[in-house]
T-cell receptor
Framework: GEDVEQSLFLSVREGDSSVINCTYTDSSSTYLYWYKQEPGAGLQLLTY?????DMKQDQRLTVLLNKKDKHLSLRIADTQTGDSAIYFCAEFYTGTASKLTFGTGTRLQVTL | EAQVTQNPRYLITVTGKKLTVTCSQNMNHEYMSWYRQDPGLGLRQIYY???????DKGDVPEGYKVSRKEKRNFPLILESPSPNQTSLYFC?????????????FGPGTRLTVL
């Protein structure tokens, strides 16, 4: 079955880079996503990567995918206080039934 | 404005008292889903619906019911709530569940069962 794991907490200083990591178990995943949840709100799609890509860059965000190790990371450059949130990775799995599975979420705390 | 709405946003109830959390989307999406969010467990899917009158169990369906009589609405029903159903609930929708499709989330419903 599919399983997505993340570390629960990350603290960085404003201006530094943040790297949030995620591991997944299902090699048939086609899309991998990063969602952001701000306090008191629902999740919003931040970025995604197709499984045949190694890297995707979008302004301050860089997504790296190591398909061999089933490892996904999100790098946020020049982290700001507004980046403080919970970040969820998710994999879209196409097995016997298509399914989107979320990780446990990583709480990013940005300190001054 | 394209959105997913949930009501109520906050609810405190007692064990055994039936309740319904409503979910509505205005984007003509086929796929709708309910999740619960618990500390350290992330989001777990309760039920989902691929289209009108088509619903299926997710990972944690016990104690919940859903219906999809209309495309835009997907209510979550707790027939006899118990304290272990105290959680933060999210409804989500997407165009369908094929290939890349962004899921749009509602603002959440915080439920406390005493």
């Amino acid at each position: 079955g599919e399983d997505v794991e993340q570390s629960l907490f990350l603290s960085v200083r404003e201006g530094d880079s943040s790297v949030i990591n995620c591991t997944y178990t299902d090699s048939s995943s086609t899309y991998l996503y990063w969602y952001k949840q701000e306090p008191g709100a629902g999740l919003q799609l931040l970025t995604y990567i197709f499984s045949n890509m190694d890297m995707k860059q979008d302004q301050r965000l860089t997504v790296l995918l190591n398909k061999k190790d089933k490892h996904l990371s999100l790098r946020i450059a020049d982290t700001q206080t507004g980046d403080s949130a919970i970040y969820f990775c998710a994999e879209f799995y196409t097995g016997t039934a298509s399914k989107l599975t979320f990780g446990t979420g990583t709480r990013l705390q940005v300190t001054l | 404005e394209a959105q997913v709405t949930q009501n109520p946003r906050y609810l405190i109830t007692v064990t055994g008292k039936k309740l319904t959390v409503t979910c509505s989307q205005n984007m003509n999406h086929e796929y709708m889903s309910w999740y619960r969010q618990d500390p350290g467990l992330g989001l777990r899917q309760i039920y989902y619906s691929m289209n009108v009158e088509v619903t299926d169990k997710g990972d944690v369906p016990e104690g919940y019911k859903v219906s999809r009589k209309e495309k835009r609405n997907f209510p979550l029903i707790l027939e006899s709530p118990s304290p272990n159903q105290t959680s933060l609930y999210f409804c989500a929708s997407s165009l369908d569940l094929g290939s890349y499709n962004e899921q749009f989330f509602g603002p959440g419903t915080r439920l406390t069962v005493l």
